[in-house]
């Protein structure tokens, strides 16, 4: 089996020695200008353009491979201040083709590495148990206690009405909260940001959770903040688990959501 393509993981701006990463076999250095390629040669046979489209439909060998490509650059940004991560399967046929693509790439490359320098990116899913947030509804929504009192001052008719009518004012109350809490805890983690990564909710029936997603998010932080940045995390955690928010936090990740590489200028 002949290694003839080139599997890159990321780039760093310093060479990395010997010892790129302690007890991983196989992983190179690459010197080209001012950057630095760790790279594994690995065969067609498992991951030329064909071959890696099969791969990937192997649940079994992506999920290995996947977060072995994590862990390399995971314990990369551990020894080094900017790590540029590449997307998982990144191929290049020759050494020749991976020095043209830094050689066309080498500006936008270094202003990813400035903007990412002592920074981290921490992933950030905010849930909400709507059934726990309706039992605090009066407490949160100033017409739901308003109508509440009506209900409550009011004869067995027109209390039926009403109670109705508040079972209505509720649903739309509590799409109203979710989208008012989702709002406000961004702009609490925002605060710790140098930049911010806004992704797609993803339905109940997709992340196999009875909850409902309110935020996601990534947020690109100086290292100096991050312990500021979980304080708050867990302050708000504890302030607004009784009514049915969950803030659930991971990190740090490769800045995945915050490299941009631009067309060479010109």
């Given amino acids: 089996?002949?290694?003839?393509?080139?599997?890159?993981?990321?780039?760093?701006?310093?060479?990395?020695?010997?010892?790129?990463?302690?007890?991983?076999?196989?992983?190179?250095?690459?010197?080209?200008?001012?950057?630095?390629?760790?790279?594994?040669?690995?065969?067609?046979?498992?991951?030329?353009?064909?071959?890696?489209?099969?791969?990937?439909?192997?649940?079994?060998?992506?999920?290995?491979?996947?977060?072995?490509?994590?862990?390399?650059?995971?314990?990369?940004?551990e020894e080094h201040n900017a790590v540029?991560?590449?997307?998982?399967?990144?191929?290049?046929?020759?050494?020749?083709?991976?020095?043209?693509f830094l050689t066309d790439y080498s500006e936008s490359l270094t202003e990813n590495f400035q903007h990412i320098g002592g920074k981290q990116e921490w992933a950030v899913k905010i849930y909400c148990d709507r059934k726990a947030l309706s039992e605090k509804i009066d407490e949160l929504s100033e017409e739901a206690a308003a109508l509440e009192t009506q209900i409550m001052a009011s004869g067995p008719g027109k209390a039926f009405l009403l109670r109705r009518k508040k079972t209505e004012l509720i649903e739309n109350e509590l799409d109203r909260l979710c989208k008012l809490y989702g709002q406000k805890y961004y702009e609490e983690f925002r605060v710790f940001s140098e930049a911010t990564h806004l992704s797609n909710l993803i339905p109940p029936d997709f992340n196999e959770r009875q909850d409902t997603m309110i935020l996601n998010a990534a947020f690109l932080i100086e290292k100096i903040k991050v312990a500021d940045f979980l304080n708050t995390v867990e302050i708000l955690r504890k302030k607004d688990i009784n009514s049915g928010f969950v803030i659930e936090t991971t990190g740090p990740w490769p800045p995945f959501s915050f490299i941009y590489i631009k067309e060479k200028r010109g």
């Fill in 84 to 100: 540029i991560p590449f997307n998982f399967g990144t191929i290049f046929q020759s050494e020749e083709s991976l020095n043209k």
């Fill in 1 to 77: 089996m002949t290694n003839n393509l080139i599997y890159v993981y990321c780039l760093l701006d310093i060479d990395p020695g010997r010892a790129i990463v302690p007890g991983a076999h196989g992983l190179k250095s690459l010197a080209y200008g001012d950057f630095y390629a760790i790279v594994k040669f690995v065969s067609e046979e498992e991951f030329s353009e064909e071959n890696l489209k099969q791969n990937l439909n192997n649940i079994q060998w992506l999920e290995t491979n996947a977060r072995e490509h994590v862990a390399v650059i995971t314990l990369l940004m």
